[in-house]
């Protein structure tokens, strides 16, 4: 049996900004085991960086609010816990990695006393061993432990997001959050970055939350998906069944919407229309705007979550009706 | 077929305090009119310096440009304004390229207005009326600023002021590359749709290896300022001859679980190319680095019909 690492319950997220409500996440729930590595795929808006601020309680509040729900890590409701538990546990148990990693490295530090630091801030050893420490650290993402004293902007782009790796992975936290962590990198650079984040993820038995909007880059890291559409995770299970057998008409306009190398296609099917506004989301379903197979009653009301395959979650109306042989 | 747009060996050089910097160092190559050339190559490489270069928003430090079979690369100042209305450019960030104190309207009619196409204000507007038609934004937005588009509304506009004055070539730079996936298969059909209707020339520069393929019809790989690999855009997805065409291509993540690939891993990274020493400019990264590599420069070579490569171990390295 797999060990339960993180439990989301019908979270629902906030913004409440000149009398206007932004419903950021709406009522989603997950599950990530020890060591899986789940993606959160969707477009920008969708909420995705939303739920993962809320997983730490770092969201900017005001004007961010957390409506609904419970995170539970480790047998613990994060949203219940003291500040100073919630402290304790970001850095330690969980970590994060932004999409640009200039806004998590601070220009005036080498990059080396940045690890250090980290280190002692959240174990107790000396400075001699921290240092030791962070020069490891250093050489583990593929920096040699001499340039342990230069400072972040004498390094390339895809150097100063290794070094984010690596001061997110000094303290062997248990869940690692990463935010398009490689959005900002050249493919080639991206596959160093996520070869290694793989790596040290896998001799750590580290769970990782993936941000993306990269199919391609799910495809090659995740065991599960979850496609996020609205503030709503519309579809979600394991990589083999998004990917052999998506079935929300979101998930599968997704993929008629990407240009494929090994397919000749001469036009792309776009998905018509954009998402909608999140202050003033509809009182049906949240894609009927630019569904291809909505009916009449995906207009009235939302769709409920249906299992179409054990661990294969689907909101919509449409998902119901193939299972009964439509 | 005639060629629209030739360009011979050309050259942009920097100078920067730490050296000159060859930002583009003597591309070379034939674009047909109606085809798509796509560039591509890493952050840095000169994608976009070539393509500012050849539509004169930036002087060229060597080499030629032909336009329709005319020697343009240094035009006088009445040729100048002739060429501005025949090579337009679309920028990746339309935020940061659309005037953010004009209304959507006004920003197409722009281009009308300085090259005073229509003696009346009534004409003027019956064309940007037209313009926002063909590129799909509604008549509701002629009156809303560009924050207050979303981007793929602002990338019509953008596509729609490069339109006015009906230019023969467009130098697309990321057209696409801050939209969302939804959105930018929007606007790649769009761009498609408007070279057939218009008979338009495009240079596409991204990074993106899908997206470059599905709408070139030739490709130019650079990497630091030289050109690396051209081909017709099918043949260079069947064969690769440049390893680092090679470590390029297998490092794009494919959205299948069908193919599963491992990536090339390449040491290292672009680096600036500030005084490059003579050689190949991949070779401290290239797995098939020899000491001949670093001992000349390597031109161009037509390794198999019109498929041509830079590379002094193309030969070996592909068995041909
Ligand atoms: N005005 C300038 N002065 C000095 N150097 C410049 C200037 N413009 C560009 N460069 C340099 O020329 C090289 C090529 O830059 P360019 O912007 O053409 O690259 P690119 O391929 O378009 O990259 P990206 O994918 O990041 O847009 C880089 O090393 C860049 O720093
Ligand atoms: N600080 C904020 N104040 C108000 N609205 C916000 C704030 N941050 C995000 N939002 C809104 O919440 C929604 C979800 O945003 P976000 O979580 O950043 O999405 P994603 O990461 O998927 O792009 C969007 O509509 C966004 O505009
Ligand atoms: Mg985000
Ligand atoms: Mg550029």
Redesign the interface.
């Known amino acids: 049996m797999k060990e339960k690492l993180l439990e989301i319950n019908n979270l629902t997220v906030h913004y409440v900004v000149e009398n206007e409500v932004v419903q950021a996440v709406n009522n989603v729930s997950i599950t990530l085991n020890r060591g899986e590595t789940l993606g959160l795929v969707g ?2 808006g969708a909420g995705k960086t939303t739920l993962a601020l809320s997983i730490l309680r770092l969201l900017p509040d005001p004007p961010g609010r957390i409506a609904d729900g419970e995170i539970i890590f480790n047998g613990k409701d994060l949203l219940k816990c003291s500040d100073k538990e919630m402290r304790k546990i970001r850095g330690e148990k969980i970590s994060m990695i932004f999409q640009d990693p200039m806004t998590s490295l601070n220009p005036v530090l080498t990059v080396g006393e940045q690890i250090s630091e980290m280190i002692r801030l959240h174990r107790k050893v000396s400075r001699t061993e921290s240092t030791r420490l962070a020069v490891e650290a250093l050489e583990s993402v593929g920096i040699p432990g001499e340039r342990y004293l230069e400072y972040p902007h004498q390094f ?4 100063k997001q290794r070094v984010v790796i690596a001061i997110a992975l000094a303290c062997n936290p248990e869940l690692l959050i990463a935010d398009e962590p490689t959005t900002a990198l ?7 970055v ?2 290694l984040m793989m790596n040290l993820k896998k001799e750590k038995n580290t769970s990782l939350i993936l941000i993306t ?8 890291t995740c065991d599960k998906v979850a496609i996020v559409y609205a503030g709503e995770i519309v579809e979600y299970g394991t ?2 069944h998004i ?2 057998n998506p079935s929300h008409p979101y998930t599968v ?10 397919q ?2 001469k ?6 229309g ?1 998402m909608p506004n999140p202050t003033d989301l509809p009182v049906g379903c949240n894609f009927f705007e630019r569904c291809s197979s909505r009916m009449d009653c995906c207009k009235e009301k939302k769709p409920a979550t249906i299992e179409v395959e054990p661990g294969h979650l689907v909101k919509c109306f449409m998902a119901g009706e193939e299972l009964t042989g439509r | 077929m005639s060629v629209l747009l030739e360009v011979q060996n050309l050259k942009k050089y920097f100078n920067t305090p730490k050296g000159v910097l060859h930002a583009v160092d003597g591309v070379s190559f034939k674009l047909e009119r109606g085809k798509t050339l796509g560039i591509v190559g ?2 840095g490489c000169g994608k976009s310096t070539l393509g500012r270069t050849i539509i004169h928003l930036l002087d060229s430090t060597e080499g030629k440009i032909l336009f329709e079979g005319k020697d343009i690369t240094h035009p006088t100042k009445k040729e100048l304004k002739i060429l501005r209305r025949e090579m337009q450019m679309i920028f990746q960030d339309p935020y940061s390229s659309l005037n953010p104190r004009m209304t959507v309207e006004r920003i197409i009619a722009e281009p009308l207005l300085i090259y005073k196409q229509y003696d009346s204000k009534e004409e003027t507007y019956k064309r940007v009326r037209e313009l926002m038609d063909i590129v799909g934004i509604s008549p509701r937005f002629a009156d809303s600023y560009p924050h207050e588009l ?3 509304r602002r990338q019509r506009v953008g596509i729609a002021r490069a339109l006015a004055l009906e230019p023969k070539l467009i130098v697309c730079d990321e057209p696409v590359s801050a939209l ?7 606007i ?2 769009l761009m ?1 749709d408007l070279q057939e209707e218009f008979g338009l020339t495009y240079i596409f520069i991204t ?1 993106d ?3 470059v ?3 070139s019809d030739n490709i130019l790989v650079m990497y630091m300022g030289i050109p690396f690999e051209f081909a017709e855009s ?1 043949e260079l ?1 069947k064969k690769h001859y440049h390893p680092y065409t090679k ?11 069908k ?1 599963k690939k491992k ?1 090339i ?2 040491k290292g ?2 680096s600036s190319p500030i005084n490059p020493q003579p050689g190949c400019r991949f070779a401290l990264r290239c797995p098939y680095k020899q000491d001949v590599c670093l001992q000349q420069d390597n031109p161009l070579v037509e390794l198999s019909p019109n498929h041509f490569v830079s590379c002094a171990r193309a030969r070996e390295v592909n068995d041909v």
Do not use: W
């Open positions: 477009e920008t390339s782009g895809g150097m050249d493919v080639t650079i991206q596959a160093q996520l070869n909007h990269d199919l391609g880059v799910v495809a090659e990589l083999e990917f052999n306009g997704l993929f008629g919407c990407i240009p494929n190398l090994y000749d296609v036009r792309l099917k776009p998905i018509p954009m | 890493e952050s979303d981007g793929g969302d996936v939804s959105i930018q298969a929007q790649l059909n498609q990074h290896m899908s997206v393929k599905h709408i099918k997805f470590a390029l291509l297998s490092a794009v993540p494919i959205p299948s679980i193919y990536p891993l390449i990274e672009i």
